[in-house]
């Protein structure tokens, strides 16, 4: 995604929760605005501000569990610091009006998803959260699952709060 080149200008160029990925978020934004022909829009959605932080704080605290020296030890990974810096409405207007997008609009979709024992760890399983497991083994993962999903079920939580905010700019 950071070399692909376009064998036309793209109409849209659409990116959804994966920007804060990206190993340089701004240069790699910049670069795929720049695919788009004159009046092509450019998309991004990603977690509002406290979105998925319950869920993710409860799996964290679950890591010591199959980490010997528990999570505490590993440092906030870059794609949380990227995706901090446009995790509100005002913050993320300005970074793609800094992008060279003009007629910038953000919405904000407030969405709350319901959590059961069953799709929790689907959640953890098919998201960025997996990065949290990698240097661990089976066992591991094992132990790390048991304890989140006795920890969902202690503190009883029930929903992800999904909350999405979507940035919408043209060139």
């Known amino acids: 995604m950071t070399e692909w080149s376009a064998p036309r200008p793209y ?3 659409l990116c959804g929760y994966g920007i804060f990925f990206l190993p340089d978020m701004d240069a790699s934004a910049r670069r795929l605005a720049g695919l788009l022909r004159p009046g092509g829009r450019f998309s991004v959605a990603t977690w509002a501000e406290g979105a998925l932080e319950e869920f ?8 010591d569990a199959g980490r010997p020296g528990g999570a505490s030890g590993r440092g906030e990974p870059p794609a949380r610091r990227a995706a901090r810096r446009i995790n509100a409405e005002e913050t ?10 003009r007629d910038v609009s953000v919405h904000r979709i407030d969405r709350r998803v319901p959590l059961t024992l069953d799709n929790a760890w689907d959640l953890v399983l098919g998201s960025g959260f997996r990065a949290m497991l990698l240097d661990l083994d089976d066992k591991a993962v094992d132990r790390v699952r048991d304890r989140f999903l006795e920890s969902l079920e202690a503190e009883r ?13 043209t060139v």
């Open 92 to 101: 993320l207007g300005e970074w793609a009006a800094g992008l060279g997008l």
């Open 11 to 13: 109409d849209l160029v």
């Open 56 to 63: 993710g704080a409860l799996l964290f605290r679950s890591l």
């Open 157 to 169: 939580v029930d929903a992800l709060d999904a909350s999405s905010l979507v940035a919408v700019g």
